[in-house]
């Protein structure tokens, strides 16, 4: 199995970024843990981080026929890209989206999230542990 986790922006900003929200563990953490558990489930895992919108596009074009799976945490791009929307549509492969803070209970503008209708499910607010959540749901086929 093949998946690709998709980061975007100021997401590689974690461990300085609003630690009172985010946490205070650092974007090469979330790699490695994310590494570590793919290399136990003998999962093929790639990484992705970009601040911009048409990048992260491209990223998820490209894994249409070569990723079983995509593990995406928008960011801010998740109340505001019908472009990121279009392509998860665009290319098929089962999506889990994942916030690591509870956007259910921030500011009213975070309640709105583009990218959900083309993902089969989404993790919020379970820290860093949501993306190994995610990627288990992906694992296990519970994310069609």
């Known amino acids: 199995m093949k998946l690709l986790v998709i980061n975007g922006p100021n997401l590689n900003m974690l461990g300085i970024r609003e ?11 979330l790699c490695a843990r994310i ?14 981080q970009s601040n911009h919108e048409g ?10 026929g070569k990723m079983d799976g995509i593990v995406i945490n928008p960011g801010a791009y998740t109340h505001t890209s019908i472009a990121l929307l279009d392509a998860v549509k665009a290319v098929g492969v089962p999506t889990v989206e994942v916030h690591i803070s ?5 500011e009213d503008f975070r309640q ?19 993306y190994l959540e995610a990627m288990e749901l992906l694992m296990e086929g519970k994310a069609p």
């Not at 630690?19 to 953490?29: L, N, Q, V, W």
């Not at 509870?102 to 921030?106: E, F, I, K, L, N």
């Open 19 to 29: 630690p009172g929200i985010y946490g205070a563990e650092s974007y090469d953490t």
């Open 35 to 48: 590494r570590e558990f793919a290399a136990a489930q003998g999962v093929e895992v790639e990484l992705y």
């Open 55 to 64: 990048d992260l596009v491209d990223k998820i074009q490209s894994a249409y």
């Open 102 to 106: 509870d956007v259910s209970a921030r």
């Open 112 to 130: 709105v999230s583009y990218i959900r209708a083309a993902c089969a499910a989404t993790i919020s607010g379970h820290g860093l542990d949501g």
